[in-house]
């Protein structure tokens, strides 16, 4: 009975995009604690190194790869083998105010957070190797994305990942025919170099954090431990649904 | 660069406060129409016109538009 785990991500093997830093980086290390195998990947070499060098347990494998780059995401799906779960977290994010939404500038965030992880997927499924009863995962935003937040300069991160979130439903209905559930979680303000830009000033991050109910920001565990939950067999019979993450922040 | 683009520049960001009453002197936080919105249209307007990217801090920093101007400058 002690062993008893339905969270337990033993025997599965799980990718987890944007795995050299922030909630990628941790959701990996995460998922090793839960006993999952997992493929890590990210673009720079060194901080996925270092991701690599903290997860516990055997067998894990690391790959460098821009997936805004085909010929990266080519050689990410032919060494992935078969997965029992997908975490796609990597992203950038964009503050700019409605007229000066260039499309350069959505093309480039739109780039890595709409298309790549959604091509990613497509791939994966083209090719057969998630396996039935996989589990997706799609990091959205509660920015943007319904019932979520709208905040002043964030239009073309929170569009791009109101897209996301849209076509996540249309994959959960249509994967459904192999079993593969797909889901997403929606965070809030998380502690990671994402929010780092400098643009928003520490004291205005201090002054938002206050509006949260539970005062204060995520911390990439926060979030992680949301996605282990999609990712294991606790959540067999969840589909097609954003878990959002905000410490109370969208109520 | 020079100051008297910067200001037609910079009153482009803002809707009520007719052009002609931005000054380099202006204390751009005593404006009415002053917001965060007007200070991340600020930002934006300066990477899109000077290639700088301004930071929250600098524009905390200053106090009127010269020295808006003199960040911008100093980072070109
Ligand atoms: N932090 C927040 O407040 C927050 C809130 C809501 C949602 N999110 C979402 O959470 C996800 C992770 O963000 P984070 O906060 O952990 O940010 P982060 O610490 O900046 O990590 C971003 C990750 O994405 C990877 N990445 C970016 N561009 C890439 C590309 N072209 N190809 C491959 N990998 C790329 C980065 O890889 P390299 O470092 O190797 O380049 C890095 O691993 C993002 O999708 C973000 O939108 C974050």
Redesign the pocket.
């Known amino acids: 009975m002690s062993s008893y785990n339905p969270f337990s991500l033993s025997g599965k093997t799980i990718l987890v995009?944007?795995?050299?830093?922030?909630?990628?980086?941790t959701t990996a290390i995460e998922c090793s604690k839960m006993g999952g195998r997992v493929v890590i990947?990210?673009?720079?070499s060194n901080?996925?190194q270092e991701t690599y060098q903290e997860l516990v347990g055997v067998d894990h494998v690391q790959v460098v790869?821009?997936?805004?780059?085909s010929k990266?995401v080519d050689s990410l799906v032919d060494s992935c083998g078969i997965l029992d779960g997908l975490v796609l977290?990597?992203?950038?994010?964009k503050i700019s105010p409605f007229q000066f939404c260039t499309q350069d500038k959505m093309n480039d965030v739109f780039?890595?957070?709409y298309f790549?992880p959604v091509e990613l997927l497509r791939r994966l499924v083209k090719k057969k190797v998630i396996a039935k009863c996989g589990s997706v995962v799609f990091?959205?935003?509660?920015?943007g994305c319904p019932g979520g937040k709208f905040t002043y300069g964030n239009g073309i991160?929170g569009a791009s990942?109101a897209a996301l979130w849209s076509m996540m439903r249309f994959a959960a209905k249509e994967l459904a025919i192999r079993k593969i559930r797909v889901n997403g979680v929606?965070?809030?303000?998380?502690?990671?170099?994402?929010?780092k830009h400098g643009i928003i000033t520490d004291e205005q991050h201090k002054a938002d954090m206050e509006t949260y109910p539970l005062k204060r920001?995520?911390q990439?565990e926060d979030?992680a431990h949301g996605i282990v939950y999609l990712l294991s067999d606790a959540a067999s019979w969840v589909t097609g649904h954003s878990l959002v993450i905000d410490g109370g922040c969208t109520i | 660069m020079d100051i008297n683009t910067f200001i037609d520049n910079f009153a482009g960001q803002l809707d009520e406060t007719p052009a002609d009453q931005i000054k380099p002197e202006t204390n751009f936080r005593d404006l009415d129409e002053w917001s965060s919105l007007v200070a991340l249209s600020i930002i934006a307007m300066v990477d899109e016109e000077y290639g700088v990217t301004l930071k929250g801090a600098d524009i905390k920093s200053a106090v009127t538009v010269q020295d808006l101007y003199d960040a911008v400058k100093s980072k070109m």
Do not use: F, H, Q
Request: net charge negative; aromatic share 4%.
């Open positions: 995009t944007g795995a050299s830093s922030g909630i990628g980086r990947t990210g673009r720079d901080r996925l790869a821009d997936l805004t780059d990266d977290c990597a992203g950038i994010g780039a890595i957070n790549s990091v959205a935003s509660i920015g991160y990942k929606n965070p809030g303000m998380v502690e990671t170099n994402l929010i920001y995520g990439p979030i």
